[in-house]
């Protein structure tokens, strides 16, 4: 490359970092796992569009909730080493185990920084008071308005399987389902694979294909909350749907976005982009001066989401899908063949009589030369 043209290189590239000015806020994303996964990616993505332009986002996994102490010990000495110097703006918990972390190491890690919560239920006054500054964006599953969507799309429904792990988590949202089934009387009966009586084995990753496969053609399987087997082994609700979607010939339904597409028919989701966006929103009020502890915490709408394809694999209709309702994988349609326009039928109608009238004159000449050549 030419020597002036490596001087005009560097001129712009001098001139872009000069115009971009560099965003002085950090803000700390805390999830509870250990790695990234579909909904981390959602939460992070809906706080980073809510502070772009504002603040730069550092995510951390300190661990999950079948970690010990001494693991979440082991953690927080990592964060600490590669956070000891890094002045933090806020910070935002995504989950359970996320908060609780930082409500016990903040004044360690990140003293005096405002804390926003999100991904959990909304928690208890004590809790807050533990995390100083704090204020957030509640976590509320859809329970009943899955159960509407479910007789909403199959009103025959005979059985309903909710399949929990026996957590409490899992234990509040058979609760709420119970209640949801009871207003709607005897339509259908309501079974949970492993948490009856004479079936108390708890959450079997074995059990659960044969719970897919024994369910009946007018039964629905709702995966409520799954953390660990009942060996105490990890087990996550993504895992547990992959092993009931490949077997069941019943609809599977979720309670969570990022769960829907690899098999799951559907649900009335919550999606970790809402619950991100919502928690950055709060997180830019707090920049610029407002007290979290003054601010409403309110929880984003869950939304209907369908599979397309799985419905057509279950020959269900789409038609009776609420109308504002996210649809995905929709079946390519085969286009109808569009008739003439007016015009073009015009043009079709004139080139065929020209080719009638050259057809007629043709055979005129051809007669004519035929009667001199007699």
């Given at each position: 490359m030419p020597d002036h043209c490596r001087f005009v290189l560097l001129c712009c590239l001098a001139l872009v970092c000069w115009c971009r000015p560099a965003l002085a806020a950090e803000?700390?994303?805390?999830?509870?796992?250990?790695?990234?996964?579909?909904?981390?990616?959602?939460?992070?993505?809906?706080?980073?569009?809510?502070?772009?332009?504002?603040?730069?986002?550092?995510?951390?996994?300190?661990?999950?909730?079948?970690?010990?102490?001494?693991?979440?010990?082991?953690?927080?000495?990592?964060?600490?080493?590669?956070?000891?110097?890094?002045?933090?703006?806020?910070?935002?918990?995504?989950?359970?185990?996320?908060?609780?972390?930082?409500?016990?190491?903040?004044?360690?890690?990140?003293?005096?920084?405002?804390?926003?919560?999100?991904?959990?239920?909304?928690?208890?006054?004590?809790?807050?008071?533990?995390?100083?500054?704090?204020?957030?964006?509640?976590?509320?599953?859809?329970?009943?308005?899955?159960?509407?969507?479910?007789?909403?799309?199959?009103?025959?429904?005979?059985?309903?399987a909710g399949i929990m792990d026996g957590s409490p988590k899992s234990v509040r949202l058979r609760r709420r389902l119970e209640a949801a089934m009871a207003l709607r009387g005897r339509e259908a009966a309501l079974i949970f694979p492993g948490h009856e009586p004479g079936d108390d084995r708890g959450l079997d990753p074995s059990s659960l294909a044969d719970v897919a496969m024994g369910m009946p053609g007018l039964g629905v399987v709702l995966v409520l909350s799954v953390q660990q087997d009942?060996?105490?082994?990890?087990?996550?609700?993504?895992?547990?749907?992959?092993?009931?979607?490949?077997?069941?010939?019943?609809?599977?339904?979720?309670?969570?976005?990022?769960?829907?597409?690899?098999?799951?028919?559907?649900?009335?989701?919550?999606?970790?982009?809402?619950?991100?966006?919502?928690?950055?929103?709060?997180?830019?009020?707090?920049?610029?001066?407002?007290?979290?502890?003054?601010?409403?915490?309110?929880?984003?709408?869950?939304?209907?989401?369908?599979?397309?394809?799985?419905?057509?694999?279950?020959?269900?209709?789409?038609d009776a899908l609420p109308s504002g309702a996210e649809r995905l994988n929709a079946l390519p349609t085969t286009k109808e063949p569009e008739g003439l326009s007016p015009a073009g039928a015009g043009v079709a109608f004139l080139a065929a009589v020209v080719l009638v009238l050259a057809y007629v004159l043709l055979r005129r000449s051809a007669n004519g030369r035929g009667g001199r050549l007699r």
């Open positions: 803000v700390v994303l805390l999830h509870s796992t250990a790695e990234p996964d579909a909904w981390t990616e959602a939460v992070g993505s809906g706080l980073r569009q809510a502070l772009d332009g504002v603040a730069e986002v550092g995510e951390l996994y300190p661990g999950t909730p079948l970690d010990d102490e001494d693991r979440i010990a082991g953690r927080f000495d990592e964060i600490s080493r590669r956070w000891a110097d890094r002045p933090v703006a806020a910070v935002v918990t995504d989950g359970p185990t996320a908060f609780a972390f930082i409500r016990k190491y903040r004044e360690d890690l990140f003293a005096g920084a405002p804390v926003v919560y999100c991904g959990t239920p909304r928690p208890e006054p004590e809790y807050l008071r533990q995390c100083g500054e704090c204020a957030g964006v509640p976590l509320e599953y859809a329970v009943r308005e899955t159960v509407d969507l479910i007789y909403a799309l199959r009103p025959e429904t005979s059985l309903v009942n060996a105490g082994n990890p087990l996550s609700v993504s895992q547990a749907v992959k092993i009931l979607t490949e077997k069941s010939v019943a609809p599977v339904y979720v309670l969570s976005r990022d769960l829907v597409g690899a098999g799951a028919l559907g649900g009335v989701v919550v999606r970790g982009e809402d619950q991100g966006r919502a928690a950055g929103n709060l997180v830019r009020r707090a920049l610029v001066g407002e007290r979290l502890g003054e601010m409403l915490a309110e929880a984003p709408s869950a939304v209907a989401v369908a599979d397309l394809s799985v419905m057509a694999r279950l020959g269900m209709s789409a």
